[in-house]
């Protein structure tokens, strides 16, 4: 996998520094969330990225938990993409994979590394232009209480801003961006996490991701492209 190290994944030995100096590390406030109708929403304010941000990431949980909202679960895993090398190479998609149910496993990496282990998802793992972003901002949770059959059905809605590269994956310079963008911009592209509430033990209460799409392939499955129709 060919993601490189952020500035601030660079600059963590002098920021885990900079802690025994004095300086705080803001904490996170507490989602609000209000109910009614069968439906939840939490609400989450725009992420930046900064260097405390990095050290945020020594703390983010590793493993599904009940105590865990929808929101915790999505920030988590989406700081940990943004600092994808913290604090071990691949530790953000190791993240991932612990939280994403076997349908999730399978869908990112094209049916490759679902049933293979951690190692070979990380090497087969397709998460767009998340791991290494910019920055993020989550929307509000929509939560869709669970019936006699299933959990209950969570979608997080989550912008996520990056720079219009110039190479890809290859190492081989990309074709002129679309109109509108020139290389070194950044553009912004909103993905959908969708969760779903465990019925059964031994992850009873927890929330597992199901779905990591960006919603120009969401469109594109429903047959929806975008395009003004008429």
């Known amino acids: 996998v060919g993601w490189g190290y952020t500035r601030q994944e660079k ?15 803001p904490q996170r406030r507490p989602h ?10 939490w609400r989450c304010s725009p992420i930046m990225s900064s260097g405390a941000d990095a050290l945020t990431v020594l703390s983010l949980p590793g493993q599904p938990s009940p105590h865990l909202s929808p929101l915790d679960i ?13 604090p071990s190479e691949h530790d ?3 993240r991932v994979y612990a ?5 999730c496993r399978m869908a990112l990496t094209t049916r490759k590394g ?12 397709e998460l767009h232009t998340l791991p290494g972003c910019l920055n993020f901002a989550l929307g509000a949770a929509t939560v869709i ?32 961006p679309p109109p509108g963008e020139q290389q070194g911009d950044v553009r912004t592209e909103r993905y959908r996490f969708q969760l779903q ?30 395009a003004v129709q008429g």
């Open 99 to 103: 939280f994403a149910s076997y349908e």
């Open 114 to 125: 679902a049933v293979s282990g951690v190692e070979r998802f990380v090497e087969t793992a």
């Open 11 to 25: 600059m963590l030995p002098l920021l885990l520094t900079a802690t025994h100096c004095g300086l705080s590390i």
């Open 32 to 41: 609000r969330y209000a109910h009614g109708c069968g439906l939840r929403h």
């Open 74 to 86: 999505v920030h988590a895993l989406c700081r940990g993409l943004q600092h994808v090398h913290l």
């Open 197 to 226: 509430q465990e019925r059964r033990p031994p992850l009873e209460g927890c929330w597992m991701v199901t779905s990591i799409l960006p919603m120009r392939e969401h469109m594109l499955y429903n047959g929806d492209t975008g």
């Open 92 to 94: 953000g998609l190791r």
């Open 145 to 176: 209480d669970g019936t006699q059959t299933r959990g209950a059905i969570a979608t997080v809605p989550v912008d996520v801003s990056d720079a219009v590269p110039f190479r890809g994956p290859s190492g081989f310079e990309l074709s002129p």
